[in-house]
């Protein structure tokens, strides 16, 4: 049983009709929100982009980022240096996008080279940025992979 609760204040909403919102994420400088927000029925495969105002919290949305219509993306999460973004999809790659820091915009790097997940789905993704392995699990089978990122980022001291 839970003992108490939290007060929560609702700062914003910043709906996008049609679309599902599968996955977030913040970079890691703060200044942005992206948030993968495809449509089932939608010809594109959008990733929002929301300037962030770091003392609020509230949102402006800033663009959209197109991404590959096969990726329809799903979980998210950024390198710490904050110049690429991993994301995983219902149609088999997991893709990592280059972002540059100036303006927030992203672009498709490709895929990761092992992926090869055939029609797992991988949905949730968890980096360990310090030795360059991305985790990616999958929904529709019981798999966690193990992928490399061919990068390492060394932890903040």
């Given at each position: 049983?839970?003992?108490?609760?939290?007060?929560?204040?609702?700062?914003?909403?910043?709906?996008?009709?049609?679309?599902a919102w599968p996955d977030l994420a913040i970079s890691p400088d703060?200044?942005?929100?992206?948030?993968?927000?495809?449509?089932?029925?939608?010809?594109?495969?959008?990733m929002g982009i929301y300037k962030r105002d770091a003392e609020t919290g509230t949102l402006t949305f800033q663009a959209t980022g197109k991404l590959p219509r096969a990726l329809k993306g799903m979980g998210a999460?950024?390198?710490p240096d904050g110049t690429a973004m991993y994301c995983a999809s219902l149609n088999d790659p997991v893709?990592?996008?280059?972002?540059?820091?100036?303006?927030?915009?992203?672009?498709?790097?490709g895929r990761i080279a092992e992926t090869g997940l055939g029609r797992a789905n991988p949905r949730h993704l968890a980096l360990d940025?310090?030795?360059?392995?991305?985790?990616?699990?999958?929904?529709?089978?019981?798999?966690?992979?193990?992928?490399?990122?061919g990068r390492r980022t060394p932890a903040a001291k």
């Open positions: 049983a839970y003992k108490g609760s939290i007060g929560v204040e609702e700062i914003g909403r910043n709906p996008a009709k049609g679309y703060g200044q942005n929100v992206y948030v993968n927000q495809w449509g089932y029925q939608k010809k594109d495969a959008p999460v950024f390198e893709m990592w996008l280059e972002r540059d820091p100036k303006t927030g915009r992203l672009r498709p790097g940025a310090a030795n360059g392995v991305l985790y990616a699990g999958c929904g529709d089978k019981d798999i966690l992979y193990v992928l490399s990122t």
